[in-house]
């Protein structure tokens, strides 16, 4: 069935890299994504990246993807304390498209 | 460009009545989905709407029920409220392609 696993919690001092980490279960997914909610707010799209690819860089994020070990993280350099926050992991199964399987989240606490 | 907007902000119902929200979508975007988001969870797939019509459907029960007008801003109905419907429901518009949704602050049921 589908599942996306994260672990919820991560605590990093400011101007540490942060990672966090997420296993899915569908070897169909087709575009992974990763999205960050503030408190009380909507869900705001960082990065996402297309299944046949292994890294995607875009400024301070990283993105690795092993798709053997169907395993996704999300490197964060030089974290700041407003990058505290939840971190969702997603996947679309059916294309851009298709509904989003998220995990339960990650909380990433950054202490100064 | 306003994004994805959401009304109301923060709703109370008594159980068994029924409630309306509503979503106005990203300009340009064609494409409504709407999601549940318990305290502490993922958001979870209700349903996505284009052109007119119910697209996807989630695991959610016939009491959820939605419409899409033809400027393409969606309604969520969901009738015999139960005290387990308390929850953030979030809209995301989308147009076709790799870039996911964009994702409303969510409108805050609480079901008393």
């Known amino acids: 069935g589908e599942d996306v696993e994260q672990s919820l919690f991560l605590s990093v001092r400011e101007g540490d890299s942060s990672v966090i980490n997420c296993t899915y279960t569908d070897s169909s997914s087709t575009y992974l994504y990763w999205y960050k909610q503030e408190p009380g707010a909507g869900l705001q799209l960082l990065t996402y990246?297309?299944?046949?690819?292994d890294m995607k860089q875009d400024q301070r994020l990283t993105v690795l993807l092993n798709k053997k070990d169907k395993h996704l993280s999300l490197r964060i350099a030089d974290t700041q304390t407003g990058d505290s926050a939840i971190y969702f992991c997603a996947e679309s199964i059916r294309g851009s498209q298709g509904n989003l399987i998220f995990g339960k989240g990650t909380k990433l606490s950054v202490k100064p | 460009d306003a994004g994805v907007t959401q009304s109301p902000t923060h709703l109370i119902k008594t159980r068994g009545q029924q409630v309306t929200l509503r979503c106005s979508p990203k300009s340009g975007h064609d494409t409504v989905s709407w999601y549940q988001q318990a305290l502490g969870q993922g958001p979870q797939f209700i349903f996505q709407y284009y052109e007119e019509e119910e697209r996807q459907r989630g695991n959610f029960p016939d009491r959820f029920s939605g419409h899409q007008f033809p400027n393409y801003s969606s309604e969520l109905n969901v009738n015999a409220l139960l005290l387990g419907d308390s929850a953030l429901y979030l809209c995301?518009?989308?147009?076709?392609?790799?870039?996911?949704?964009?994702f409303g602050s969510g409108t805050r049921l609480t079901v008393v």
């Open positions: 995301a518009s989308s147009l076709d392609g790799p870039q996911g949704y964009t």
């Open positions: 990246i297309f299944s046949n690819m």
